[in-house]
């Protein structure tokens, strides 16, 4: 991942919180682009009030516009629920602005459907309710796509709640993050029996550890929390020997927490499998028009361009696919 000069967001002094004045300006985006759709069919006017004459609404020019539901061309934004303290994937950088790989593919994505997709933070193991409650129109939050999360079981089989489709974007496995110098000498899942575990509740990692502790002659011990952040602490501060992660995010600690002192990687990458942009299994039409917004920036280049911005080239894919998770 790209190394920063400043501490990461990410690292275990935990993230920080979009300020009110950008919420505000976020607001003011919407009303705008409010306002451009209502004048599309007719003369625009610049800041200085004078007619445009032939400019055109950007989001009705927009290659696959058409294809989004009307109440989400009406609102000009789609609603991303996500997580946002999990660099280098999404987090608040040093500016206290959203950055990371689903912002900037947001962004492109954005281009191709003519609207804004305007990240909320929330928890991550709320998430998928707040997409079918209506809170969030998609979730993109490097979530794995499972055919539990599709179907909306737990671990067990039982249903919890209403299932979502996925469309597949990215994949990563998850990997072991060990504080530097690695000194309980840990290597692989089988060298976590017996010890103590942090991570991410609600994730794929938790499920390995879990599965993993059956495995063992001595169970092991895991400390889940809502935010990885949280996780990372207990590792720095010896309560933890490791936390199981996604390969890009321990990756990044590893190279910019504490100036690269504080974490490293050990051992393989696990279990690989997708991320997937989740949407309600009510909303197809947005589903199909976010697959084909995905298939045009892998096409176009743009694609490309955000997964070597952030040194995950590897992880990428060569076409969208929809619940592709097993």
């Not at 996925?166 to 496995?173: K, L």
């Not at 990997?175 to 029996?193: A, F, M, Q, R, Y």
Request: with cysteine.
């Amino acid at each position: 991942m790209t190394a920063r000069t400043n501490r990461p967001l990410s690292s275990v002094d935990g993230p920080r919180r979009p300020s009110a004045r950008r919420r505000l300006v976020a607001a003011a985006a919407v009303a705008l682009t409010g306002s451009l759709l209502l004048t599309a069919c007719g003369d625009q006017t610049d800041e200085g009030g004078e007619s445009g004459g032939d400019t055109e609404s950007k989001s009705s020019e927009a290659p696959l516009f058409d294809r989004l539901p009307k109440d989400i061309q009406s609102a000009g934004v789609i609603k991303v629920g996500s997580d946002i303290a999990y660099a280098p994937v999404e987090f608040y950088d040093e500016n206290d602005e959203i950055a990371g790989i689903d912002p900037d593919l947001g962004e492109a994505l954005g281009e191709q459907l003519g609207v804004e997709f305007e990240f909320g933070n929330g928890t991550f193991d709320g998430l998928i309710t707040g997409l079918n409650s209506g809170r969030h129109d998609i979730i993109m939050s490097a979530m794995t796509d499972t055919k539990q999360r599709q179907e909306g079981l737990d671990d067990k089989g039982e249903k919890v709640g209403e299932g979502v489709d996925f469309v597949d974007y990215f994949r990563a496995g998850s990997t072991i993050l060990v504080k530097k110098g690695n000194p309980e000498g840990i290597k692989s899942l089988d060298d976590l029996c017996g010890e103590t575990v942090a991570l991410q509740r609600g994730t794929a990692n938790e499920a390995l550890a879990e599965t993993q502790s059956e495995k063992c002659d001595k169970p092991i011990k895991i400390l889940a929390f809502d935010k990885d952040t949280e996780a990372l602490l207990q590792v720095k501060q010896g309560r933890a020997v490791a936390d199981i992660n996604d390969y890009p995010v321990a990756a990044y600690n590893a190279k910019t927490s504490g100036g690269g002192e504080d974490f490293e990687v050990v051992g393989d990458q696990i279990d690989a499998a997708p991320y997937g942009i989740a949407v309600s299994k009510e909303n197809t039409q947005l589903r199909d028009a976010i697959k084909a917004a995905l298939d045009a920036i892998i096409d176009n280049g743009e694609y490309q361009k955000v997964l070597e911005k952030w040194e995950v080239a590897g992880a990428g894919v060569e076409e969208a696919t929809v619940n592709g998770g097993e």
